[in-house]
């Protein structure tokens, strides 16, 4: 598949993605990309999130393909059973263990647990080794139970701008050769 052959949809976390991270950089990049907004970033209702994400796959024209960044990866998952129209991917980068009391915003929580279903959909998960909103043990638990493929970035913190991704040319690439094999 080529990117013009779907919609792509990005699905960022808490708070957005800011204009330098790399969601944002390739929602400019990728002529069918779009950004899924929510009503609000820094206060997430997990209805309200998950609601807005089955919108946007159920108006999609083209195929489906998340590209979806820590919270948002929590909200597509959580949003699967109210898709009318099927996915053909998900690229999930950083997600984060929304059953970990310790992990704060503690908010975070009312976006899990995560269902342990296999993804109906090929599916790449990316972790970080030094994520502050997930061990590397609990995403390879999780992306293990959904059937994906999991991607080992590192320490690479929470894969965001304050990281230091904000191009992520490595992400960029992977993303590429993934939409290829769809």
Do not use: C
């Not at 976390?13 to 800011?18: D, E, L, P």
């Not at 990049?29 to 919108?55: G, L």
Request: no cysteine; aromatic share 10%.
């Amino acid at each position: 598949m080529k990117a013009k052959d779907a919609d792509i949809l990005i699905i960022p976390g808490y708070t957005n993605s800011g204009p330098d991270h790399w969601q944002s950089r390739w929602e400019k990049r990728i002529e069918t990309a779009r950004r899924v907004e929510q009503a609000e970033w820094s206060k997430p209702v997990r209805d309200d999130w998950v609601n807005t994400v089955a919108e946007a796959v159920n108006e999609a024209e083209k195929p489906v393909v998340l590209v979806a960044h820590s919270l948002g990866v929590a909200t597509a998952v959580q949003a699967l059973p109210l898709f009318k129209k099927p996915v053909a991917g998900a690229f999930f980068v950083a997600p984060p263990d929304v059953a970990n009391p310790k992990i704060r915003p503690k908010h975070l929580m009312t976006f899990g647990p995560y269902p342990r279903e296999k993804l109906p959909f090929p599916t790449i998960v990316i972790a970080s080794r030094n994520d502050h909103f997930s061990s590397y043990e609990a995403a390879e638990d999780i992306a293990s139970a959904w059937g994906a493929l999991l991607m080992d970035a590192g320490e690479a913190g929470h894969i965001n701008t304050e990281s230091g991704f904000g191009p992520w040319p490595e992400g960029s690439m992977t993303f590429a050769k993934f939409l290829a094999h769809l």
